[in-house]
């Protein structure tokens, strides 16, 4: 077992020499060797309640005020979800057909933060650089000029990892232009 106490030069090199070679370092993920990405940001995370209507008003609560997306279900994807972006950054989910990938992943994942998405400059980068990294490739989504694409990590981080791309910081104003 490794103990640190303090700020140690030792500790830190020692921790990330227990941990592996995975580790998160001025906005780039690493892994194994020269290979990483650009990542502008966390935008949002995914996250599945123990109960979906007592944790979206619970959250709401929090928030003081609903939800910006509520309940919108994707059908082709199995799940609905509530959304409010960055900078709260939270969606929602809940599975409503777990034969469907976002549904069979929110389904199996345990009540929390089962995804994390980042915002990357360009999404077909961010694809290569992940799959260059070893990662397959699960599932990309094309909502015109918003574009996402969501990642096997899970062994790996304890969630998936998925990018998102859009132009502006704004991901409200580029929806309210496709819808």
């Known amino acids: 077992m490794l103990r640190c106490w303090g700020h140690s030069p030792f500790c830190t090199y020692r921790v990330r020499e227990t941990i592996g070679s995975i580790h ?8 194994k ?3 990483s990405m650009d990542i ?5 995370l995914h996250v599945k309640g123990f109960e979906y209507e007592g944790f979206k008003g619970a959250f709401e609560q929090l928030m003081g005020k609903e939800f910006y997306l509520d309940d919108m279900e994707f059908e082709d994807q199995g799940t609905a979800v509530s959304y409010e972006p960055y900078p709260v950054g939270m969606e929602l989910f809940n599975p409503i057909d777990v034969t469907l990938t976002s549904g069979r992943l929110a389904s199996a994942s345990h009540p929390g933060v089962f995804a994390v998405s980042y915002k990357v400059p360009n999404i077909e980068e961010g694809i290569a650089d992940m799959q260059a990294m070893g990662y397959e490739l699960i599932e990309v989504f094309d909502f015109g000029d918003i574009k996402e694409a969501i990642f ?3 062994q790996t981080f304890g969630f998936y990892v998925e990018l998102i791309s ?5 991901i409200t104003e580029v929806y309210n232009n496709v819808v």
């Open 33 to 35: 060797g020269d290979t």
């Open 24 to 31: 998160h370092a001025n906005n780039r993920i690493v892994r």
């Open 152 to 154: 096997e990590t899970y």
């Open 166 to 170: 859009y132009p502006g910081d704004s």
């Open 40 to 44: 502008l940001r966390i935008d949002h």
